[in-house]
């Protein structure tokens, strides 16, 4: 079966714009969830989404949002990009959630560069 | 903010065992993962435990939990060089719908 698919796979922003990524879950999978990986933080928990509905959410600024649509697909919108925000963005896909007992599958990532 | 550690380099030769050691400290994980990341690729699911089980094996990995001490083990038994990697412990509680991960260890493997 089809794994989780991210899109794009490369994006490079300027400074003040907005951007938004595309993650398609497994069929079947319920429950999304976003991480953000920098060399120096490492791998950060954004926000989790189930059936539409954010169940969780991360330490980040309001900048940061997410939405998941009824098929389960989910995007993540960052406005007014900061040097900051360069990083590979990470989407994960599960049945019910992770801490629960199923597997979270990820993505290939996107690789944001802010410019 | 709970956390979890891994060192973060570790080196051996081909057909040794590798074993990657992690501590957490959130005290009601109930799910422990290991993920594998190859350079430009994302996280790949090696294997998870319950936090009710004290080992779990899988062909050439196991995986030890000692909960008291909130310590975590993978073994990569003969180890070649296509394992080389970086290997991301992470924990889970239940309810909380997300992973907390450690900095990853870089395994590299000698021919």
């Known amino acids: 079966k089809a794994g989780v698919t991210q899109t794009p796979r490369y994006l490079i922003k300027t400074r003040g714009q907005q951007v938004t990524l595309s993650c398609s879950p497994i069929?079947?999978?319920?429950?999304v969830s976003w991480y953000q990986q920098t060399p120096g933080q490492g791998l950060q928990f954004l926000f989790e989404?189930?059936?539409?509905?954010?169940?969780n959410k991360g330490n980040f600024p309001g900048r940061f949002s997410g939405r998941q649509f009824s098929n389960s697909r989910s995007e993540m919108n960052v406005s007014t990009l900061e040097l900051g925000d360069s990083a590979l963005y990470l989407c994960a896909s599960s049945l019910a959630g992770t801490g629960t007992n199923t597997e979270a599958f990820f993505g290939q990532g996107t690789r944001l560069t802010v410019v | 903010g709970e956390d979890v550690e891994q060192s973060l380099f570790l080196s051996v030769r081909e057909g040794d065992s590798s074993v990657i050691n992690c501590t957490y400290t959130d005290s009601s994980s109930t799910y422990l993962y290991w993920y594998k990341q190859e350079p430009g690729a994302g996280l790949q699911l090696l294997t998870y435990i319950f936090s009710n089980m004290d080992m779990k094996q899988d062909q050439r990995l196991t995986v030890l939990l000692n909960k008291k001490d909130k310590h975590l083990s993978l073994r990569i038994a003969d180890t070649q060089t296509g394992d080389s990697a970086i290997y991301f412990c992470a924990e889970t509680g239940a309810g909380s719908y997300q992973l907390t991960f450690g900095k990853g260890t870089k395994l590299s493997v000698i021919p």
């Open positions: 069929s079947g999978h319920r429950s």
């Open positions: 989404y189930f059936s539409e509905t954010q169940r």
